[in-house]
């Protein structure tokens, strides 16, 4: 069905940061099939590690015990400090599945809350919870009646969350770095902030690290810049580097209102996906790579603000760790269709923001070679 507006070119293969289409052109890639190629294309690892368990198994069903399941739970949670974990196949079902287990949680608890209070701008899916959850319009026409029980409040406005608070306030449900709302930080002070309310009203913090997770923002999870743990988290797209698999994270006390029969996911947690994102974690280990996005990060916005004095209609500079936005005063597409046929593929974020989404194994010379495009392009465009 016609869904995606799709760019006019069709990608063929890819190495590391580079992909060649279908006439041999070769890009530049800062788009990381929307920041889920977190290791670039056909690193040497990843494509062994499939190739071995292709051959072996790839699916068995949950009705048996799998060790690589076992093993990637046991790293996610020590990782997170969140002691138990569901898997399923996508950002959107992970976010389900939170939904379901937060309300739950307070049905078990005899206690009426059930409701979900999200950001503004926020993107959480597109199954009818979730695209209820997002806080925007665009997503949700026509396809009501859609499901009750949650509401938006501006970001980073705690007196706006405080208010919305009330007797049947389940959780608070948020993107640590909104990434398709238009690279939009939640500030490290108002998390703190949100955390502590969270627990003096003895309700439930969800955080969607959806995009920001596995390392996307400089850490293993961006949370933990603002020094909190949530209670519930969801991770999919950079988990498997580029293998679908989802997940959902919880606290053991939160984790224990999920008995059998309650959820469950044919495909989620499959051996063939769980050795994709074992590999994508002992890889960010053992290539260091959370250090070389922080480093390749600030190379990134710093070239960024460059530009930015010299194209006016650049405004603003934002982002962590390889999530960065340039913030336009114009429409962000035109630009985007010049740095394509420069040969540099790069994402908006809402019609007026540059995302920039590369491998986080991307190279200086790469980020380099990236901001000559850009600069081309914008010279092209602004001038
Ligand atoms: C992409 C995204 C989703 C949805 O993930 P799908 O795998 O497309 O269902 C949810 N939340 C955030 C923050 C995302 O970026």
Sequence with gaps: MNTYTRYPVQLIRGKGCRVWDDTGKEYLDFISGIAV??????????????????KTMLHCSNLFHIPAQQQLAARLAALSGLGKVFFC??????????????????????SSKRNIITATKSFHGRTLNT???????????????????????????I???????????AAVLLEPLQGEGGVNIAHADYLKQVRALCDRHGILLLLDEVQTGVGRCGSMFAYEQAEIRPDILTLAKGLGGGIPIGAMLANDKVAASFGPGTHGSTFGGNPLSCTAALTVLDVIENENLLENCRLRSIQLMQGLE???????????????????????????????????????????AGPQVLRFLPPLNVSASEVNEALDKLSAACKGVFT
Excluded at 44 to 54: F, G, I, N, T, Y
Excluded at 89 to 110: C, M, P, Q, T, V
Excluded at 306 to 320: D, N, Q, W
């Design 89 to 110: 196949n996508s950002g959107a079902e992970a976010n389900e599945a939170a939904i379901k287990l937060a309300r739950k949680y307070f049905y078990d608890k005899h």
């Design 306 to 348: 460059k530009l930015r004095l010299e194209y006016p209609a650049i405004c603003e500079v934002r982002g962590a760790g390889l999530l960065v936005g340039a913030a336009l005063n114009t429409q962000a597409a035109d630009i985007i269709t010049a740095c394509r046929e420069l040969g540099l593929l790069i994402l908006p």
């Design 37 to 54: 190629n977190t290791l670039g294309y056909a690193h040497p690892a990843l494509s062994k590690a499939l190739c071995e368990q292709a």
């Design 131 to 157: 695209l209820t959850a997002t806080g925007q319009d665009k997503v949700k026409v026509g396809f009501d009646p859609l499901p009750p029980g949650f509401l938006h409040v501006p970001l980073n406005d």
């Design 159 to 169: 007196a706006a969350l405080e208010a919305a608070i009330n007797e049947q306030t």
